[in-house]
C-alpha cells in the first residue's frame, strides 16, 4: 500500500492510475499494459529515480519497442471491443474483420523486412506465427454449421455477395454460388407453409355459393400464386439491387413487406452474436453466486441469481461503488472505463525509413546526490588547509584531539553472570 501511494502521489492530475498486469486468459490484456505504461512513463521514471530503482527504468530504445508493440495489438484491442458487443448486431462483421487483421499484419511485416536490429527481427517472426494463428481461426468460420457468418455477411445491405469478390476471393464465382446456395437451403424452412398438423382443424362453413363469388375465387388463388413465386424471386431481387450503407436492422425493418421471408432470416441470423463474450459475462458471476458456503444451490435458482446479477450490475452507477467491495477484475474494469475518458492515445506507427544504425539515444539523466549544506558551526571545526600543506599535516592530525575518535576494530567478549548448571548423571541406567 505504501509503495501505492506514493506512485499516486507522483501523478499532479485525475485519475490518478496505477500499471496494469498481463494477464494470460483476458483479452487484450497485453495492449492494455503497455498503454497504461506507455501512459505512465514520466511517472516511471520519476519513481524510479526516487526509490533508487533504476534498474526497472527504461531507456529510449525500450519504450520505442512499447511503441512498436501498441502499433501492432491496437487494431486487435479496437475489433475485439467491438465484436464483444452484446446490443448491437455483429454477425456481419466477422469476414471483414478478418480481412483488416491480415491487411494489418502483412503491411507491418512489409515494414520490418528492412530492419536489421535483432529485436525488430525478432518482432518480424513474431508476426510471422501471428498469421498463422489467424489463419488457423480464420479456416474454423467455415466449421460453423450452414455458413452463418457469410450470410449474416449477404444480407448485411452494405456488403451483400459483393463483398466475396474482394480480398483474397477475387473472381472466385465458386464460392459465391456456394454461400447464396447455403442462403437459399436456409430460406426454404421460412417459405414452407403451416403444416396440417400444427393448423387448427376447423369445419367449413356450409353457405350459399354462387357463380360469381367463385370468379372471385378464382382470382384470389391467382394472386396467391404469384405470391409464392415473388417470394422464390426474394434473393434475385435483393442481390440485384445496390449496394447501401445503412444499418442491417434499420433495412430490414424499411423492406419487411417488401421482402417478407428475407426479413425473416435476417431477424434470426443478426440476434447471434459474433463472440460469446456476453455469455462469458454471466458465466464469470457464478464464482460470487456458488461459493462454498451454497455449494447446494438449485440450477435454476443459480440461473435466476446469475441473470438478477446482471441485469442489477447494469442498472447500477459505478460511483455508488465502494472500492473496498470491488474485486481485482472489477477493480481493473473501473480502471479501464476512467482511463476510456481520457484523450485517446494513437501509437506511434512504424516507420519506413527509421535508421536504426543513425538512431541517437540521448545518455540517460544522473541522479545526483542532494547533500545537506554544512552550517557555520560545523565549517569552523574543519581545518582549511592548501593542497600543499594537506601531506605535511596528515601526520599531525592523526593525533588531533578535536577529530572523532575511531571505532573500536573489534569487540569485547561478553562475560555472562549465568552460571552453568552441572550435569546430573543417571545411577538408575
Known sequence: PQRREAFLSLQPDDPKLVPL????????????????????????????????????????????????????????????TRLSQTKEVTVHNVFRVYYQLFDHLEGSMRRLWKKK??????????????????????RKTAEVHGNLYAIGTILAPQHKLQFFSRGEYGDDAESRQTYKECLQKFMEPYQKPTSD????????PQTNRDDMEDLFDEDMLDVSSRENTNTNDELTEYLGTSQKKIAPLTFWKEHEREFPTLARV????????????????????????????????????????????CFDKQDKEDDTLEDVALTSEERQEADERQEADLPQQIPDPISDDE??????????????????????????????????????????AEFDDDAQPLPRSSTQTRVSSRQKRPRREDEDF
Request: proline share 5%.
Open 355 to 396: 535508421e536504426d544504425e543513425s538512431l541517437s539515444f540521448p545518455d540517460e539523466p544522473s541522479v545526483e546526490l542532494q547533500t545537506r549544506p554544512l552550517t557555520q558551526r560545523a565549517l569552523g571545526k574543519r581545518r582549511q588547509c592548501t593542497p600543499e600543506q594537506g601531506q605535511e599535516g596528515g601526520d599531525e
Open 21 to 80: 498486469q498481463d494477464v494470460r486468459t483476458r483479452w487484450n490484456s497485453t495492449f492494455l499494459m503497455l498503454r497504461r505504461a506507455k501512459r505512465l512513463s514520466t511517472t516511471f521514471d520519476k519513481y524510479c529515480e526516487l526509490h533508487t530503482q533504476s534498474q526497472f527504468k527504461l531507456n529510449v530504445e525500450e519504450w520505442r519497442q512499447v511503441d512498436y508493440l501498441l502499433c501492432i495489438t491496437h487494431p486487435f484491442y479496437t475489433f475485439t
Open 266 to 309: 435476417a431477424r434470426d441470423i443478426f440476434s447471434i452474436p459474433a463472440t460469446g463474450a456476453g455469455v462469458e459475462r454471466v458465466f464469470n458471476s457464478a464464482r460470487d453466486v456458488c461459493h462454498y458456503r451454497r455449494g447446494s444451490l438449485n440450477a435454476a435458482t443459480i440461473q435466476d441469481i446469475m441473470i438478477f446479477r
Open 197 to 204: 398438423a400444427q393448423r387448427p382443424h376447423q369445419h367449413p
Open 117 to 138: 536490429v535483432p529485436w525488430k527481427q525478432a518482432m518480424l517472426h513474431a508476426l510471422e506465427a501471428g498469421r498463422e494463428k489467424l489463419k488457423l481461426y480464420y
